[in-house]
Nanobody, 114 residues
Framework: QVRLVESGGSLVQAGGSLRLSCVTS????????MAWYRQAPGKEREYVAH?????APYYADSVRTRFFISRAGATIYLEMNGLKLEDTAVYYC??????????WGQGTRVTVSS
């Protein structure tokens, strides 16, 4: 059984930093790209970043130079710096193949305050 469990979401002031974690289990790692998505209140879920075994990490324009995705074993991280009010969202970890998400985590909430 595949499980993706996120943690690290919190309330943080604008300009601050936060690191999210996603612990995976039951996943054949080499077959999947790992990604982060987010869903802000009242908006559609959107792509944030992904990391694969074959290519360099890739980021949405809105977070490039501020967010950094990495992996260590079965854990995926999202380092978020220079947080803005518009980064407030529930952040989801996802396992993807051919740009399609096969598995989602339950999400972790990030709230950025002024």
């Amino acid at each position: 059984q595949v499980r993706l469990v996120e943690s690290g979401g919190s309330l943080v002031q604008a300009g601050g930093s936060l690191r999210l974690s996603c612990v995976t289990s039951g996943l054949p790692f080499e077959d999947y790209d790992m990604a982060w998505y987010r869903q802000a209140p009242g908006k559609e879920r959107e792509y944030v970043a992904h990391i694969s075994w074959r290519r360099a990490p890739y980021y949405a324009d809105s977070v490039r130079t501020r967010f950094f995705i990495s992996r260590a074993g079965a854990t995926i991280y999202l380092e978020m710096n220079g947080l803005k009010l518009e980064d407030t969202a529930v952040y989801y970890c996802a396992a993807r193949r051919a740009d399609e998400v096969d598995f989602w985590g339950q999400g972790t909430r990030v709230t950025v305050s002024s």
